[in-house]
């Protein structure tokens, strides 16, 4: 072969190449532009959020607060205990009832004794 008709053969090789790759280009919508616009939509969108999440906690405080939350939980009562408890306040209630009722009595009887005093001080006996 003619070095001519090599040249004219690669010459038609690159042409047909370069034409497959523009063809594939324009139908490509994402390649013209739309990429462009849609990561600039993007963009605009993460800089709105970033706006609203401005001041918001960061993901290491999130943790150290559910660490936090997790602390308080352990430490909490459960139900089981809190029932528990509550039958030891109506027991307790119980007994500062009675003795509400004993200082009761205890009041009355000392307001009759201070009574007779004052009579017998005064002369009335």
């Given at each position: 072969m003619s070095e001519q008709l090599q040249w004219l053969i690669a010459i038609v090789i690159l042409v047909g190449l370069a034409s497959q790759i523009w063809?594939?280009?324009r139908a490509n919508p994402v390649g013209t532009g739309a990429l462009q616009r849609q990561l600039t939509a993007v963009?605009?969108?993460?800089?709105?959020?970033d706006a609203k999440l401005e001041g918001a906690c960061s993901k290491s405080d999130l943790d150290?607060?559910?660490?936090?939350?997790?602390?308080?939980?352990?430490?909490?009562?459960?139900s089981v205990e809190?029932?528990?408890?509550?039958?030891?306040?109506?027991?307790?209630?119980?007994?500062i009832e009675g003795w509400g009722g004993a200082t009761r009595r205890v009041e009355a009887m000392v307001q009759r004794i201070e009574g007779i005093l004052v009579k017998k001080a005064l002369g009335g006996e």
């Amino acid at each position: 072969m003619s070095e001519q008709l090599q040249w004219l053969i690669a010459i038609v090789i690159l042409v047909g190449l370069a034409s497959q790759i523009w063809r594939g280009g324009r139908a490509n919508p994402v390649g013209t532009g739309a990429l462009q616009r849609q990561l600039t939509a993007v963009g605009a969108e993460v800089k709105a959020i970033d706006a609203k999440l401005e001041g918001a906690c960061s993901k290491s405080d999130l943790d150290r607060l559910r660490g936090e939350v997790e602390r308080i939980e352990e430490a909490g009562a459960s139900s089981v205990e809190i029932a528990e408890l509550d039958g030891r306040i109506a027991v307790l209630d119980q007994k500062i009832e009675g003795w509400g009722g004993a200082t009761r009595r205890v009041e009355a009887m000392v307001q009759r004794i201070e009574g007779i005093l004052v009579k017998k001080a005064l002369g009335g006996e």
